[in-house]
């Protein structure tokens, strides 16, 4: 079973910076991509959308992050980071990890985090 567990939010005035991570655990051959997604208050998507992305092709963000955020990963720790500068108060919401893994007794699959609260003050 692979879990995802992330850590990072939290509360922070506008200008200000955090930097969330994601570490995968449990049984898996290999990651395939990795991803942070956004739900903002009101969301009606059940994750939100992709903001920022990584994979064997190369990283990807969505516009309203660019030249602001960051993600990056260890991939010897399996883990994935999206440091945030520049906080804006738009950028307040919940924060999902995403990964797809491959392994043998379950093929490529995609796993969420539980989210992690970012709020920005204004």
């Known amino acids: 079973q692979v879990r995802l567990v992330e850590s990072g939010g939290g509360l922070v005035q506008a200008g200000g910076s955090l930097n969330l991570s994601c570490e995968v655990l449990?049984?898996?051959?290999?990651?395939?991509?990795m991803a942070w997604y956004f739900k903002a208050p009101g969301e009606q998507r059940y994750m939100g959308y992709e903001?920022?992305?990584?994979?064997?092709?190369?990283?990807r963000y969505v516009d309203s992050v660019k030249g602001r955020f960051t993600i990056s990963r260890d991939i010897a720790k399996n883990t994935v980071y999206l440091q945030m500068n520049s906080l804006k108060p738009e950028d307040t919401g919940i924060y999902y990890c995403?990964?797809?893994?491959?392994?043998?007794?379950?093929?490529?699959?995609?796993?969420w985090g539980q989210g992690t609260q970012v709020t920005v003050s204004s």
């Open positions: 449990g049984q898996f051959f290999k990651i395939n991509s």
């Open positions: 995403n990964t797809n893994a491959y392994d043998c007794s379950t093929g490529s699959r995609t796993y």
């Open positions: 903001v920022a992305g990584i994979n064997s092709n190369g990283i």
